[in-house]
């Protein structure tokens, strides 16, 4: 696991190349530092990967071979944990890390992983090797508490149970469920039963961002409505600013314009805009949008964005109408230099009139979308397949963006070992009310609230919350504590050998 922490004074040296600090130097060493070129990383099997580096920055020589002692740094945040068996780094990696000495050779061998599994040659991260250890890089045992302590309030979290709990690393933020558009393939905007819309108190959101954003490393504005016509967007804008959080952004793409674009700009995050296909069949897909705006919108966002910290995509809703477009969809996203391109199938709705695509038609888009120019860096997937490889920009995702919030069978990438869904462990559903849920599939159970660090923590350590986890451990003999978890646990993993719990 791979931890940003605040890390104590280093010298100018490691702080230029790394943009971290050590602790004061012991007394008779030199503290040394190196940055590591994609040039000099070999692929070293599964997720491991090896550099040499010179024994003499080291120290003495050691008269055998073993490990050496050192820090890895990727993107300014430790990797860990160090000292691992070469062939678990090559299985399972995840920062993982083994510093090598061998005096034959007159050499150290890093045999390393990225965070996430990237190849570190082309993953767009910064990676140095730094000879001494960093604060608590030798003891992983306290990851939780340098977690906790991210938080002003880190002391009394730990008092409460955060000894035992992690902190939740993402929140999903349901800012309104008002939109400006109402579109037919959207489940959200045609509800058979009435709902109140309405937009959350900008009071509410100081409060949860007060709570929760020192200790989150991601937050997604993923509601029932359009999250950029809240009339306080802009004042959300600057405290997830403030705060230098990843924020994930799905919208229509109908607002890009003055101030919101400007602080857009500036975000280190995601933004994906439901564009579903050009012209007159984008504005017969999305109900009250006009083509020429988001069109225009869209272009003035992709020149003023820094790829650096925001990447751009589509995420377009196939129907049996809308995949005619899929073709000139392709071309205009190329057009506009758009870092990817998220296809997704429509799943009919209540009182829905559009259909999926059939099969064929699925088919026909991947080998269109396999066809575009190679040397185009754009990446084009279909239902999760990537059928178009790219090169998306070098933006500074989170590095612990390792498991799914959905339930995933255990052989697969993005599964915990240990719980069958990691959204009770590590993600919070927060609603227009600053209620807490599980997920945005479980908004009718709330367990509390996130609107003060005394209300969230009742919440967040309490017996439900722990139930609930428990009865997702894949070990756990009980189905579900919550009834809607049962149907998604059965749809996600299908055939993977989970008991399929009776709804």
């Known amino acids: ?21 050590a602790p004061e130097r012991p007394a008779g060493a030199r503290v040394q530092s190196m940055a590591i070129e994609a040039g000099m990383i070999r692929h070293a099997g599964g997720c491991c990967y090896n550099v040499d580096l010179p024994l003499s920055m080291f120290g003495p020589a050691p008269a055998t071979a073993g490990e050496a002692v050192g820090c890895v740094i990727e993107s300014g945040r430790i990797l860990g944990p160090p000292a691992q068996l070469h062939d678990l780094i090559r299985l399972r990696g995840h920062g993982g890390y083994s510093l090598w000495a061998d005096p034959k050779l007159n050499r150290v061998t890093l045999f390393f992983s990225s965070s996430d599994n990237t190849d570190p040659r082309t993953n767009g991260r910064t ?24 938080h002003s309030r880190g002391a009394y979290f730990l008092r409460r149970g955060g000894h035992a709990v992690a902190p939740p690393l993402y929140a999903s933020l349901g800012i309104t469920d008002i939109c400006n558009l109402k579109c037919g393939i959207c489940g959200s905007q045609n509800m058979l039963t009435p709902v109140n819309r309405r937009h959350m108190d900008i009071g509410v959101f ?34 997830m600013l403030d705060y230098d959080i990843f924020t994930r952004y799905q919208t229509n793409g109908t607002q ?8 857009l700009a500036k975000t280190r995050g995601d933004v994906s805009i439901s564009i579903d296909a050009t012209g007159d069949l984008f ?41 005619e477009g899929a073709a000139k969809l ?7 230099g758009v870092d990817r391109i998220d296809f997704h199938v429509y799943e009919p709705i209540e009182a829905g009139v559009e259909a999926a695509p059939s099969q064929r038609q699925l088919d026909d888009l991947k080998r269109g979308a396999s066809k575009v120019d190679r040397r185009h860096p754009i990446q084009i997937s279909v239902e999760f397949e990537i059928v178009k490889a ?20 255990v052989d697969s990438p993005s599964a915990h070992p240990e719980y069958t869904c990691m959204a009770p462990v590590q993600n919070v559903e927060i609603d227009l009310d600053g209620c807490v849920c599980v997920c945005c599939r479980t908004q009718d159970r709330k367990l509390g ?25 894949r070990d756990s003999t009980v189905a579900p504590l919550i009834e809607t978890c049962r149907g998604c646990v059965k749809h996600y993993t299908a055939g993977s050998g989970i008991v399929e719990f009776a709804s």
């Open 127 to 150: 990676y140095g090797v730094i000879n001494q250890s960093l604060q608590f890089a030798d003891d992983w045992n306290h990851w939780l508490q340098r977690s906790w302590k991210n």
């Open 206 to 239: 100081r409060r949860v961002a007060d709570t929760l954003f020192p200790l989150l490393i991601t937050v997604e504005l993923n509601s029932r409505g359009e999250p950029m016509i809240h009339p306080h967007f802009t004042e959300m804008q600057e405290i």
């Open 330 to 336: 392709i071309d205009w996203a190329v057009d506009v």
């Open 1 to 21: 696991m791979s931890l940003g922490v605040s890390l104590p004074v280093l010298g100018a040296a490691a702080r230029r190349v790394f943009g971290v600090s």
């Open 256 to 263: 890009f314009v003055s101030r919101k674009l400007a602080l």
């Open 283 to 323: 504005e017969y897909a999305r109900t009250g949008a006009k083509w020429e705006q988001v069109d225009q919108g869209t272009r003035n966002l992709m020149k003023v964005r820094d790829p650096q910290r925001l990447g751009v995509g589509l995420y377009p809703t196939l129907t049996a109408k809308t995949i």
């Open 449 to 473: 609230n996130a609107m003060s660090v005394e209300a969230f923590a009742d919440c967040w350590f309490g017996a439900e919350y722990e139930a609930i986890r428990a009865s997702l451990r």
């Open 390 to 409: 790219g090169t998306l920009p070098p933006v500074d995702r989170p590095a612990q963006m390792r498991y799914a919030n959905i339930p995933r069978p």
